[in-house]
């Protein structure tokens, strides 16, 4: 343990500053001499905590606890602190003087220095150096298991006017809000940083190995990460409202290098303030051609119930004797612009948007009503159909009452129905 004694007139200003060791943190003994102690100072305290020192300093005239200081080279420490007030005969306080001890080394402390370095305090996130180390393996894992990444930069929309309008600390407890936000909507094992202000950044790992899957991936993570952000705050009994812009760029292996990805991200989250803020933007075009058709395809699918562009084809089987025994249900949507449209382009849209859900329901009617039609000609009467539904069908609370719905509605005979998944 190095201790190190100083000594400071009525104001704190070193008249002393006593460097027992050679080498006071850093500092020579020539260096320290006449500097107040706060050429230590970290700025990891707050004011409150200084006047919270100060005061019982010049009530009881002692005081004593740990503060995080910093070395000559930057290194933020804990030392010990113990300082006592010298009053004079009349019972003014004259000087301090005190000792520092350096209990870095202590387990509770080394902990602590390693959540100093690697954490931002406020919101208690990864700070822009884990982010860096996070970001270095997770090059190195793409690299190895192929799969994309993607780092999304998002920078809060007017947080200066919120800031201006409630006071810093009200910004402040917001920010730790979205922070909660983005910790609960990320996958455990993705990483999600504040760089500081207004600046957070989400690493995603594992995405697919394909680009464009990728990029709807991101895509997708980023919209509902922008919606989740925009839900309205309860701080301190105000009702906040916050919206972000985010910027994309996907990294698979050592392809670009951390800086450059974090600049991309932010290049592109510039792109998405001056488009209007609150919106999302990839760095490379062809990515943000990519989901800007599939934001398209999303809007239309939307509207394709409702639109009768949903179509259900049947695909008759047959037996050995070539005998019609019963039919698959294919569904197709005819897109008035793009023509027919295979349900491997649409449905993980349907499945990611939750859209399968009521597609799903009206394939079923659909299907039913069919084998209601069919029922009625002794050619088809007998025909089993077979229909998909998927497992996120399949999870609906109601999905059993909606068949038997669809069945009694129809009147058909539930054993000419075959539900595969
Ligand atoms: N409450 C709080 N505010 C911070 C903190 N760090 C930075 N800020 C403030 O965050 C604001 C960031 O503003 P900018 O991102 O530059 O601008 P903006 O108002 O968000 O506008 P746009 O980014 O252009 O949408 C500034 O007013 C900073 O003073 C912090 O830790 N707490």
Same mark, same amino acid.
């Given at each position: 343990m190095q201790a190190t004694l100083f000594s400071t007139n009525q104001l704190g200003f070193s008249t002393i500053f006593i460097v *027992?060791?050679? $080498?006071c943190r850093g500092y020579s003994t020539e260096e320290a001499v006449g500097r107040t102690p706060a050429i230590l100072s970290s700025g990891q305290h707050d004011k409150d905590f200084y006047q919270r020192m100060w005061a019982t300093l010049n009530e009881q005239k002692y005081w004593q606890g740990k503060m995080w200081n910093k070395r000559k080279n930057g290194k933020i420490y804990a030392d010990w602190l113990t300082i006592s007030a010298v009053t004079a005969d009349d019972g003014h306080i004259t000087h301090y003087v005190g000792t520092f001890s350096? *209990?870095?080394? $202590?387990p509770e402390s080394s902990a602590e220095i390693h959540r100093l370095a690697?954490?931002?305090?406020?919101?208690h996130l990864p700070n822009r150096r884990m982010l860096f180390d996070r970001l270095r393996q997770a090059l190195a894992a793409s690299s190895r298991n192929k799969h994309y990444g993607a780092l999304l930069f998002l920078d809060l929309d007017n947080f200066k006017t919120l800031n201006d309008t409630y006071g810093h600390s009200i910004g402040d407890l917001l920010l730790v809000e979205i922070a909660q936000r983005l910790t609960a909507n990320v996958r455990e094992g993705d990483t999600e940083a504040r760089l500081g202000g207004d600046e957070f950044v989400l690493m995603l790992e594992n995405?697919?190995?394909?680009t464009q899957e990728a990029v709807i991936q991101a895509g997708l993570i980023g919209e509902k990460i922008r919606d989740t952000v925009a839900l309205p705050y309860i701080v301190q009994g105000l009702e906040l409202w916050c919206t972000a812009s985010i910027g994309v760029s996907l990294f698979y292996?050592?392809?670009?290098?951390v800086d450059d990805l974090l600049k991309h991200s932010d290049f592109a989250m510039y792109h998405a303030k001056n488009e209007g803020r609150n919106g999302i933007r990839f760095f490379d075009p062809e990515m943000q051609a990519t989901l800007v058709e599939r934001s398209a395809l999303e809007s239309d699918l939307r509207h394709a119930l409702e639109r009768g562009q949903l179509r259900l084809y049947y695909q008759i089987q047959v037996n050995n004797e070539r005998r019609a025994i019963g039919a698959e249900a294919l569904l197709r949507w005819v897109h008035p612009e793009r023509g027919l449209i295979l349900p491997e382009q649409f449905i993980p849209l349907a499945e990611k948007t939750g859209l399968i859900v009521p597609i799903g329901l009206w394939v079923l009617q659909t299907a039913c009503a069919q084998l209601r039609d069919w029922s009625t000609n002794p050619a088809t009467s007998s025909l089993l159909l077979a229909l998909n539904a998927s497992a996120l069908e399949l999870r609906q609370p109601d999905f059993v009452e909606q068949v038997r719905q669809a069945l009694s509605t129809t009147g058909?005979?539930?054993?000419?129905l075959k539900i595969e998944l």
């Open positions: *027992i060791a050679e $080498n350096d *209990i870095t080394s $202590n690697y954490y931002d305090s406020l919101t995405l697919s190995e394909n292996g050592h392809e670009s290098s058909i005979n539930p054993a000419l």
